[in-house]
């Protein structure tokens, strides 16, 4: 028996289709733009071209309708476009979960990667479809898009995990992820 006194949400099926990157019923949505990722991107100068030149859609977040509270597990699909910023593959925000709990991404269309760091060693996990990354509580995560179309992801966490998009913008993520020969290449995130 539930311990809830009134359940958040029924029990529900959430229909995931996979070609169109969707969720059905869908909850809240989100978009970023380049505006948004303000002080991400090591070079500031075509940071603000970019946004000048159009403000571009960097990622989009399609959510189920599962709420973001304790003991619940909502759903989301991420979808980042494929670009560069001066050389800097498109990515999302970034973030710690304050409640430091664990999170698993299933990696659904296009060529992309998990970016972890928890403050002083930095990991790499490759995302294509069929791929499950883990992200072990404690560790801030930032989705790549490392290829020239887009990439989608299904995620799925703790909903009282929280999200800290300021931990990132404090303590970097160890490493940045630039367009090289072979997709990727990794430079040093204060230095590079």
Same mark, same amino acid.
């Given at each position: 028996?539930?311990?809830?006194?009134?359940?958040?949400?029924?029990?529900?099926?959430?229909?995931?289709?996979?070609?169109?990157?969707?969720?059905?019923? +869908?909850? &809240?949505?989100?978009?970023?733009?380049?505006?948004?990722?303000?002080?991400?991107?090591? !070079?500031?100068?075509?940071?603000?071209?970019? %946004?000048?030149?159009? !403000?571009?859609? %960097?990622?989009?977040?399609?959510? $189920?309708? %599962?709420?973001?509270?304790?003991?619940?597990?909502?759903?989301?699909?991420?979808?980042?476009?494929?670009?560069?910023?001066?050389?800097?593959?498109?990515?999302?925000?970034?973030?710690?979960?304050?409640?430091?709990?664990?999170?698993?991404?299933?990696?659904?269309?296009?060529?992309?990667?998990?970016?972890?760091?928890?403050?002083?060693?930095?990991?790499? %996990?490759?995302?294509?479809?069929?791929?499950?990354?883990?992200?072990?509580?404690?560790?801030?995560?930032?989705?790549?898009?490392?290829?020239? +179309? &887009?990439? $989608?992801?299904?995620?799925?966490?703790?909903?009282?995990?929280?999200?800290?998009?300021?931990?990132?913008? +404090?303590?970097?993520?160890?490493?940045?992820?630039?367009?090289?020969?072979?997709?990727?290449?990794?430079?040093?995130?204060?230095?590079?």
């Amino acid at each position: 028996m539930s311990q809830y006194h009134a359940l958040p949400v029924p029990p529900m099926s959430i229909r995931f289709d996979q070609s169109a990157g969707t969720l059905s019923p +869908e909850g &809240p949505t989100l978009t970023r733009r380049m505006s948004d990722l303000e002080g991400l991107f090591r !070079d500031h100068a075509a940071w603000q071209k970019a %946004v000048a030149d159009g !403000d571009p859609v %960097v990622y989009s977040v399609i959510s $189920s309708p %599962v709420p973001e509270i304790d003991r619940e597990l909502p759903q989301s699909i991420t979808t980042i476009q494929p670009g560069t910023t001066a050389g800097e593959l498109w990515m999302t925000k970034g973030h710690q979960h304050p409640n430091h709990q664990g999170e698993i991404y299933l990696g659904i269309s296009g060529r992309g990667g998990l970016l972890m760091f928890d403050g002083t060693e930095t990991r790499w %996990v490759e995302m294509t479809p069929g791929t499950i990354g883990y992200m072990p509580p404690g560790w801030a995560h930032r989705s790549v898009n490392i290829g020239d +179309e &887009p990439y $989608s992801f299904l995620a799925v966490y703790p909903g009282g995990a929280g999200h800290d998009y300021g931990w990132v913008l +404090e303590h970097g993520m160890g490493l940045r992820a630039l367009s090289g020969t072979d997709g990727v290449e990794f430079v040093d995130y204060v230095e590079g």
